[in-house]
């Protein structure tokens, strides 16, 4: 096994943190970069959060960030995972990792590449297996959920999310306007259907409501003061009102995926 094996996870929104703390919870020492300005809904599952508060911390894993890499060890030191704001990714070739896995959810490539680390994982759409990257693992819910492609892409970014409690698109909820979000409600807030949730605030200084469109619990919001252009995904709802807990949990979905991350990677450091 290679113990000092370094693990890089480009991004730290919800669906990276299932792995990032799968990655963790394994022993395997993992190092998140993460954009200036996060824009993650689900925030209180979200460890990009530490570029905002310092710190945060994700079902018992606590996320810290730093400045440089030199201070990666001393968060090791803590059993915490550090943060650092790198969107170009230019310390991947000082730090030597033995994986790089891109969890930007982009639905495109952002600038990952085969030459950044021995194995490469890319999750979503927008890669290539084989050609931008070693292994793009399937992040569309249902039957090829998690699965592990090695040549070819996963499926196609629809624009449609997947289905939950009888919902698709009208639980998600995005900007009608440019301008700056503000939160009216927080998550984990029971609301109802048109109930206004938020604000956006124009350039002419006018604030556009932000209202639901099922009812539900408000289970991701976008973080007050983030700039916004139309059709910005926004805020979340799950119509299943007894879920509560989920707000605060790592989705079903993000640890399929995770699992399938960790498989591919104890295949690449565990030898």
């Not at 959810?105 to 990257?133: E, S």
């Not at 707000?247 to 591919?264: H, N, P, Q, T």
């Amino acid at each position: 096994m290679k113990k000092d094996a370094l693990i890089i996870v480009r991004g730290g929104g919800d669906l990276a943190t299932g792995t990032i703390h799968r990655l963790w919870s394994a022993g395997l020492r993992v190092l998140v970069l993460e954009t200036a300005q996060p824009a993650a809904i689900r925030r209180q599952v979200a460890l990009c959060e530490a570029v905002y508060e310092g710190e945060t911390t994700v079902e018992g894993l606590r996320a810290v960030r730093i400045e440089t890499l030199e201070q990666v060890q001393s968060v090791w030191a803590q059993s915490a995972v550090p943060v650092l704001v790198d969107p170009e990714g230019a310390c991947i070739a000082r730090a030597k990792p033995e994986v790089v896995v891109d969890a930007i959810l982009a639905k495109r490539n952002l600038g990952t590449h085969r030459d950044m680390a021995p194995l490469t994982i890319a999750l979503g759409p927008g890669f290539v297996a084989g050609q931008d990257v070693d292994v793009v693992v399937e992040t569309k819910r249902g039957h090829r959920l998690g699965r592990i492609i090695r040549e070819g892409s996963a499926i196609p970014n629809t624009g449609i999310p997947g289905v939950i409690g009888g919902y698709g698109a009208e639980r998600v909820i995005h900007a009608q306007a440019a301008g700056v979000f503000m939160n009216v409600r927080k998550i984990g807030d029971l609301v109802e259907k048109c109930e206004t949730i938020a604000t956006i605030r124009t350039q002419d200084g006018t604030d556009i409501p932000v209202t639901a469109q099922i009812p539900g619990i408000l289970r991701g919001l976008l973080r007050s003061g983030y700039p916004v252009t139309p059709g910005f995904k926004i805020a979340d709802i799950d119509p299943r009102r007894e879920e509560l807990s989920n707000c605060f949990l790592i989705s079903d979905k993000s640890r399929c995926i995770a699992g399938s991350v960790l498989e591919l990677v104890c295949a690449q450091v565990w030898q």
